[in-house]
């Protein structure tokens, strides 16, 4: 089964940042897919706001372009997520995934998360 572990969230004031990490099992081939990084606040459906393609071309939300730098290690299976000029908005349990190239929705069991706070 397919285990996505997520890592590295935490607080931070306004303007801070934070680099997030995600460990994918050797059950999946990881350099075949697409990876997202996604987010969620309480009430708000999962939102994805950084993927990269198996060719290593980066997408960003609108909102974190600029600001955040998705990337990934084939070799070891990890993604990474670096979170810079953090803002309040930006609050929420952050998780990693296999994304559609379609429907840009997570395809594997999704992880724990980890949580990151911006607040001052």
């Known amino acids: 089964q397919v285990q996505l572990v997520e890592s590295g969230g935490g607080a931070v004031q306004p303007g801070g940042s934070l680099r997030l990490s995600c460990s994918v099992s050797?059950?999946?081939?990881?350099?075949?897919?697409?990876m997202g990084w996604f987010r969620q606040t309480p009430g708000k459906e999962r939102e994805l706001v950084a993927r990269?393609?198996?060719?290593?071309?980066?997408n960003y939300e609108d909102s974190v372009n600029g600001r955040f730098t998705i990337s990934r290690d084939n070799n070891k299976q990890v993604l990474e997520l670096q979170m810079n000029s953090l803002e309040p908005a930006d609050t929420a349990v952050y998780y990693c995934?296999?994304?559609?190239?379609?429907?840009?929705?997570?395809?594997?069991?999704w992880g724990q998360g980890t949580q990151v706070t911006v607040s001052s």
């Open positions: 990269i393609d198996n060719y290593f071309n980066p």
């Open positions: 995934n296999t994304v559609s190239p379609t429907t840009g929705r997570g395809i594997s069991p």
């Open positions: 050797r059950s999946l081939i990881f350099s075949i897919y697409d």
